[in-house]
T-cell receptor, first 111, second 113 residues
Framework: RKEVEQDPGPFNVPEGATVAFNCTYSNSASQSFFWYRQDCRKEPKLLMSVYSSGNEDGRFTAQLNRASQYISLLIRDSKLSDSATYLCVVTPYGGYNKLIFGAGTRLAVHP | GAGVSQSPRYKVAKRGQDVALRCDPISGHVSLFWYQQALGQGPEFLTYFQNEAQLDKSGLPSDRFFAERPEGSVSTLKIQRTQQEDSAVYLC???????????FGPGTRLLVL
């Protein structure tokens, strides 16, 4: 079983739609949580950190449920430019910040 | 300012050849990571440096893989006797000491024929 699991998609949604991605992680001692965005043939880029209290950045809302070991990302009012792969990422407890990635969820926003 | 750079951007190797992939991190960044990303998968950790010290090489898939960062800045990932399963994108990331944010380079796309 992979340490971070995501639905690979693809999610095909029209512009303006709301879409939600989920992710589960297996190590309860995981320390930090992130969503990264990766465009086709590009490097991953940090989208946002994820906290138990939930956090919002414009149209994007992320939530962490430590008890269920579950992370979510909600995108409201989808834009064509949101089309990308969204990677769920955790770091292990203690020490340095080695990133453990899920396989990613593909999003395609169409006109 | 300049970000993380990697070279070459693309490399085609014949099976059995040795390859060397270079990473130039952001100036002053203490932490340096290498990741391998196979097609359709997320990046997977290979190794970690803090300055010139290689503190974790647990992700290196075999003893054919070797990484170094002798002066605490530029790093090289070397793959000896390449195999077809080594075909992947190799990503380098750097970060400040203790910082959570890692900045990724554009990657080297390796194809082993």
């Amino acid at each position: 079983r992979k340490e971070v699991e995501q639905d690979p998609g693809p999610f095909n949604v029209p512009e303006g739609a709301t879409v939600a991605f989920n992710c589960t992680y297996s190590n309860s001692a995981s320390q930090s949580f992130f969503w990264y965005r990766q465009d086709c043939r590009k490097e991953p880029k940090l989208l946002m950190s994820v906290y138990s209290s939930g956090n919002e950045d414009g149209r994007f809302t992320a939530q962490l449920n430590r008890a269920s070991q579950y992370i979510s990302l909600l995108i409201r009012d989808s834009k064509l430019s949101d089309s990308a792969t969204y990677l769920c990422v955790v770091t292990p407890y203690g020490g340095y910040n080695k990133l453990i990635f899920g396989a990613g969820t593909r999003l395609a926003v169409h006109p | 300012g300049a970000g993380v750079s990697q070279s070459p951007r693309y490399k085609v190797a014949k099976r059995g050849q040795d390859v060397a992939l270079r990473c130039d991190p952001i100036s002053g960044h203490v932490s340096l990571f290498w990741y391998q990303q196979a097609l359709g998968q997320g990046p997977e950790f290979l190794t970690y440096f803090q300055n010139e010290a290689q503190l974790d090489k647990s992700g290196l898939p075999s003893d054919r893989f070797f990484a170094e960062r002798p002066e605490g800045s530029v790093s090289t990932l070397k793959i000896q006797r390449t195999q077809q399963e080594d075909s992947a994108v190799y990503l380098c990331a750097s970060g400040t000491s203790g910082g959570e944010t890692q900045y990724f380079g554009p990657g080297t796309r390796l194809l082993v024929l």
